[in-house]
């Protein structure tokens, strides 16, 4: 099978991205519209921080550097991970025993990981499915960017980048209006975690 993830930090060179930006485009080639954010200064940043010693524990960081989130990886109960808020309240849940489940409280029933981020039939991208509607996860560049489907031109939401020691989950102010935080987030953990979803 091949892992859509795999260009995950490989680089193209000579590539102009939408707009004339220098953003690579992403790796279906123009196959599905889709548009870039054209100023990424609206973006709301949030920043895995403090892994300990995983993002399957860490604390999220949010648009001021304040903590918004944890997440919690419990050795009183191994094979589970929560997303609490700050003030203790679970968010979300991943069950890592094989087949990896994730739930995210009020939004996505508990079901397979590799349900909730099932990938494309052409192996090019992950599509999750919040409230029965249909949103891609591309891998893009050193990224992996969230788009919405089902019109004629896609809008970009989000994208999940890393660099060296840290892990940045960036938004668009929509795609939090849509509810879709917890969501990205519990994904975040899940692309990045390096165990198996499928």
Do not use: H
């Not at 403090?50 to 860490?58: D, L, T, Y």
């Not at 009020?106 to 991208?125: D, P």
């Amino acid at each position: 099978m091949v892992n859509p993830y795999a260009v995950w930090n490989t680089t193209r060179d000579n590539t102009i991205g939408p707009e004339g930006s220098s953003d690579p485009l992403p790796s279906i080639y123009g196959a599905l519209p889709f548009s870039s954010p054209s100023d990424t200064s609206s973006l709301m940043t949030f920043t895995f921080a403090g892994f300990n010693p995983s993002i399957a524990s860490c604390t999220i960081l949010g648009p001021n550097n304040s903590p918004q989130f944890r997440v919690v990886t419990d050795s009183a109960m191994p094979g589970y991970t929560v997303l609490k808020t700050m003030d203790g309240k679970n968010s979300a849940l991943i069950e890592w025993r094989e087949p990896v489940k994730v739930e995210v409280r009020g939004m996505v029933s508990k079901q397979r990981a590799s349900e909730f981020l099932r990938i494309s039939s052409n192996k090019r991208y992950r599509i999750m499915v919040i409230r029965s509607q249909e949103f891609m996860w591309i891998p893009n560049g050193g990224a992996v960017s969230l788009y919405t489907t089902g019109s004629s031109d896609s809008e970009f939401l989000g994208r999940i980048s890393r660099s060296v020691g840290a892990i940045t989950l960036e938004m668009t102010q929509n795609a939090v209006r849509l509810g879709l935080l917890q969501a990205c987030i519990i994904t975040t953990v899940l692309l990045q975690s390096g165990e198996n979803i499928d």
